[in-house]
């Protein structure tokens, strides 16, 4: 039977390695995800079992999304996360010198925040799946060619400042489609004169879908049956 549901994924996996996963626990070979979650990250991954399914995937794509988000201050990443090469931020910036600790005030960070909520310009992380002339970005960073990915306008909803600890700070975002937070990380290093890239990230809600009503893969194993005899 046609079933949309959330699969909790951790970190490690791609979207695609849990698709792949749910495929040899259902035996259909027709499931599909809505919105990727970077290996790196871990969270609420809506998914689709079955060809009705997959069709209404697109409407899960469209809605809002919320995450929390740490950001690393004080430096920069050539991916905008933790796993790229990590550089010192711009000589202009008052923490370039190497080694010297950053510590942005509390008062500080929330004055620049609200200046990224609403429909904002943003510009993809160069190691995206943002496509130029049908190649994704990522294939042209890992050639060494540098894409000139063009900015679009987002929709950041809500950010909330949940915890601020020297280098670090926690952000709850809430977004819509086509957002990245890895983006919104390296702008606020930016906009705070500092350098920034996301060093944690958790979706913890895709529309109504929560961590609450998520299931593990391990759960999603157990109970498949049930689900589909449709108890």
Not at 187 to 200: E, P, Q, S
């Amino acid at each position: 039977m046609p079933t949309i549901l959330a699969i909790w994924k951790p970190k490690g996996p791609t979207s695609h390695d849990v698709v792949d996963a749910v495929r040899r626990i259902t035996g259909e070979r027709r499931v599909g995800h809505a919105g990727t979650l970077d290996p790196a990250a871990e969270g609420v991954l809506v998914i689709g079992i079955g060809r009705e399914a997959t069709k209404h995937l697109a409407n899960e794509v469209a809605k809002e999304k919320e995450y929390v988000a740490t950001i690393r201050l004080g430096a920069e990443s050539t991916t905008d996360d933790s796993e790229g090469e990590i550089t010192p931020p711009p000589s202009h910036s008052p923490s370039h010198r190497e080694g010297e600790k950053v510590g942005v005030g509390r008062s500080a960070i929330e004055r620049v925040l609200p200046h990224f909520v609403g429909h904002i310009s943003q510009v993809p992380p160069a190691y995206s799946a943002v496509k130029l002339k049908g190649t994704p970005a990522y294939k042209l960073a890992r050639r060494g060619r540098v894409p000139e990915l063009k900015p679009r306008t987002v929709e950041i909803k809500e950010i909330e400042l949940l915890e601020s600890n020297g280098a670090l700070l926690t952000l709850r975002v809430v977004c819509g489609p086509g957002t990245y937070i890895r983006s919104l990380a390296r702008d606020i290093g930016h906009a705070l004169g500092v350098g920034g890239y996301l060093t944690n990230l958790t979706r913890t809600r895709v529309g109504t879908y929560t961590k609450a009503t998520a299931l593990t893969l391990e759960e999603f194993r157990d109970r498949w049956p049930n689900i589909a005899s449709g108890h």
